[in-house]
């Protein structure tokens, strides 16, 4: 595995089944305790894990879920313990069974670090750096990895995990392969976030609270309860909009926002730490299901294969997502073959076109996006702003929403009869765009 952030350890979990040995490597100095990492900057933004990125990780390491929690992190239920405002109202919270622990991004990745390191067969290594592949004298066929130091490691099957640059594109170039088609969709999405002391619950019992701007304005805040007794909200700024990195300036840009509950919530908690800023230039998936020349032996996952607007928090979970296909796959071929290859590409191709489509349909919402437009966005997005204000009003809708968001639905479930009906009942906007709905308490 090239690359030891949640793809790369994904994958290491999955390979280890399958294989005697698995060697994780990573450039970075992988830090002994829970902390941002130099290559991982992203780690320092709110990262959320949807469910069916959570059933991944327990299924594979069971009790993870619980352990995480023992140490700090916060049970989530997404519906009932998420205050979502948009559209001009608050969504409704009915109970799930849509659960998550928050926390940070390194909190996770540690642990989960920590657990692939114990199983048996996985090696971690840090600081070494890949520069390229090695292959047989056909150049069909990779045979291993070159590193910084101009050694190299033989492998059966090298996983480029190396996040959204994909750094073996430009090394399978070099024996001759031209990399998959890409599609671009810039977005210009802009971060400011930081961490805050948590004394106790929200006002209103939520955990998590989404607070989106009207699209002209393209303008969104989160606020997430994180291990540690922490807040961490982002405020975000789409198409260029850049939200301020003062404080005082920041909390008075979210105050714009139509519900006051984050801005609340950073008047009041105690600043941890500075603010640190993101810049998401671009959606970007690689069609790895249409190559059709490549060398045996190569796979991307992860944000290799597709890095998504991180305003949907999909990234995490696809790659899980990815990894699964990868092990799925390995079984039905039982061997590091064309066949493989071609399963797998066209899985996670099939794994990826879920959050792309979430997401690229959902910022073609704000003014600025700017590439391939799927056909039908505008129309569905007409539908999804009339699906989320019938959620504002209806349990059945805003749980379904949810299940859509938290990728264990998929979007066509929308459509269905029973919830179709309900949006087209319920989802017309009335009244001034206010909050219309108060937002129910969150459970014991
Ligand atoms: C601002 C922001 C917020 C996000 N929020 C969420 C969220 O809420 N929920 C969610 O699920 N996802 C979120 N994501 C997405 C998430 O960070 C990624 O999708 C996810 O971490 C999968 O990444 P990865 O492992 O493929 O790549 P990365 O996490 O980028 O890891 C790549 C690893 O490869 C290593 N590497 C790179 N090149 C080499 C090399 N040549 N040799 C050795 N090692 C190498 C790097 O050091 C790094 O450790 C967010 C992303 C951003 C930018």
């Avoid at 009003?393 to 979007?411: F, S, T």
Wanted: aromatic letters at 6%; hydrophobic letters at 45%.
């Amino acid at each position: 595995m090239v690359g030891a952030g949640m793809a790369g350890l994904c994958a290491a979990r999955v390979a280890a089944e399958r294989f005697d040995r698995v060697l994780v490597l990573d450039r970075d100095t992988l830090p002994p305790a829970p902390a941002p990492r130099a290559r991982v900057p992203q780690g320092r933004q709110p990262h959320l894990l949807l469910p069916a990125g959570a059933r991944c990780l327990e299924g594979w390491f069971p009790g993870l879920v619980d352990d995480l929690v023992a140490r700090g992190a916060v049970p989530l239920d997404l519906c009932a313990d998420f205050y979502w405002h948009q559209c001009g109202g608050v969504l409704r919270r009915p109970a799930s069974a849509l659960r998550g622990p928050a926390m940070s991004r390194p909190f996770l990745e540690d642990a989960v670090r920590r657990r692939v390191g114990l199983v048996p067969g996985v090696t971690v290594r840090d600081g070494v750096t890949a520069v390229g592949l090695t292959a047989d004298p056909t150049g069909r066929r990779v045979t291993g990895v070159r590193l910084g130091d101009g050694s190299t490691v033989a492998a059966d099957l090298v996983v480029d995990a190396t996040g959204r640059s994909a750094h073996s594109l430009d090394w399978v170039r070099a024996l001759g392969y031209e990399p998959p088609p890409v599609s671009v969709v810039r977005v210009d999405t802009r971060y400011v976030s930081r961490t805050y002391r948590r004394s106790g619950p929200a006002e209103g019992g939520w955990k998590a609270a989404a607070v989106v701007g009207e699209p002209a304005t393209r303008r969104l805040a989160v606020a997430l309860a994180i291990e540690g007794d922490r807040w961490i909200t982002f405020v975000a700024g789409l198409g260029g909009e850049s939200p301020p990195v003062d404080e005082e300036q920041r909390r008075a840009y979210v105050r714009t926002l139509p519900s006051p509950v984050i801005a609340d919530l950073m008047a009041t908690c105690e600043p941890l730490g500075a603010a640190s800023t993101h810049r998401f230039a671009d959606d970007r998936r690689r069609h790895v299901e249409r190559l059709r020349r490549f060398p045996l032996g190569w796979v991307l996952l992860g944000d290799a294969v597709s890095s998504f607007d991180p305003i949907y928090g999909q990234g995490m979970t696809s790659a899980a997502l990815q990894a699964e296909a990868l092990g799925r796959c390995l079984d039905r071929t039982g061997a590091v073959d064309r066949a493989l290859a071609r399963r797998y590409f066209a899985a996670a191709s099939r794994v990826v076109a879920v959050p792309w489509s979430l997401a690229v349909g959902g910022d073609f919402a704000y003014p600025g996006t700017e590439g391939p437009r799927p056909a039908g966005t505008d129309l569905l997005n007409r539908y999804v702003a009339r699906t989320v204000v019938a959620a504002q009003h209806d349990d059945a809708v805003a749980l379904r929403l949810n299940e859509v968001q938290a990728m264990v639905r998929r979007p066509g479930s929308l459509f269905l009869p029973g919830i179709a009906l309900r949006v087209l009942r319920r989802g017309r906007a009335t009244g001034p765009a206010s909050e219309r709905v108060l937002p129910r308490p969150a459970r014991a």
